[in-house]
């Protein structure tokens, strides 16, 4: 695990409120999994105090080699509309990487992945590893949601590794105009896959599980919480467990990813 301070290489602004900022990094952050996560803050800011936690949305790879870590975030409080603000050159307080990763199938099995809003950021870097490992683009389906047309993000991502991707919005401004999760359990009924992949808000999640319960398909989710510090000091990012046991788990250290038979929505 690393901690300290990291060079902003870009900080590009994707539309609406969305950003990606690159981060040069040494050879710790650069071995992040798909699900990983790191805490950031701006270093010449003394507010906010405390770092945020940030998806790891994939890797940086040159000729050299990897030399860094992209976030993909949206501003929607302070400390997001100061990240926003920093340029090449700056630098930011980093720790991690932290928490849970995804486990990647073996290659010959049909995936689905299923994203709402900036939820899609860990299944960018999901997608590639699994590219990397040996999957076929043609057995991965990737589902996208969002209120409207601007927070459908990273299309072009998942379809520059030839993934085919089906698009929902609320408002019907772009794709089908409903929730992500009623293609999803349509496609799911037509042809269950071998393993469902989940970011995004909890009321989506837990539909999301369900729909894996019903049909008999593993399925792994990435939980978004609030946190403080990001390795379990705090105990503020708590989720409910799954009797029997039912104990309380941790975003930061059970999680982020978690099975869903884990997890109490």
Request: hydrophobic content about 40%.
């Amino acid at each position: 695990m690393f901690s300290g301070k990291v060079r902003i290489l870009w900080n590009r602004h994707l539309g609406s409120s969305y950003y990606k900022i690159g981060l040069k990094c040494g050879n710790k952050l650069i071995a992040a999994r798909p699900g990983q996560f790191v805490m950031l803050r701006p270093t010449a800011q003394l507010s906010p105090l405390l770092r945020r936690p940030f998806s790891i949305h994939g890797l940086i790879t040159t000729e050299k080699g990897v030399s860094g870590i992209q976030i993909l975030y949206k501003v929607v409080g302070e400390g997001t509309r100061l990240l926003a603000r920093l340029g090449g050159g700056s630098s930011v307080d980093v720790l991690g990487p932290l928490g849970t990763h995804f486990r990647l199938p073996q290659p010959g099995r049909r995936i689905v992945l299923a994203a709402g809003g900036i939820g899609v950021a860990p299944l960018t870097f999901l997608a590639a590893e699994l590219i990397k490992a040996g999957c076929n683009p043609g057995d991965i389906t990737v589902f996208i949601g969002g209120r409207t047309r601007s927070e459908l993000i990273c299309r072009q991502d998942f379809e520059g590794l030839g993934i085919a991707v089906h698009l929902t919005t609320d408002d019907g401004s772009a794709g089908d105009a409903c929730l992500v999760t009623h293609p999803l359990e349509a496609a799911v009924a037509r042809r269950p896959p071998d393993i469902l992949y989940a970011c995004g808000p909890s009321g989506m999640l837990a539909c999301i599980v369900g729909i894996a319960e019903k049909f008999g398909v593993p399925c792994q989710v990435s939980i978004e919480s609030l946190m403080a510090c990001g390795m379990g000091a705090c105990l503020g990012c708590a989720v409910a467990g799954r009797p029997p046991g039912g104990r309380f788990l941790h975003a930061c250290l059970d999680g982020p990813v978690l099975d869903a038979a884990a997890l109490q929505f």
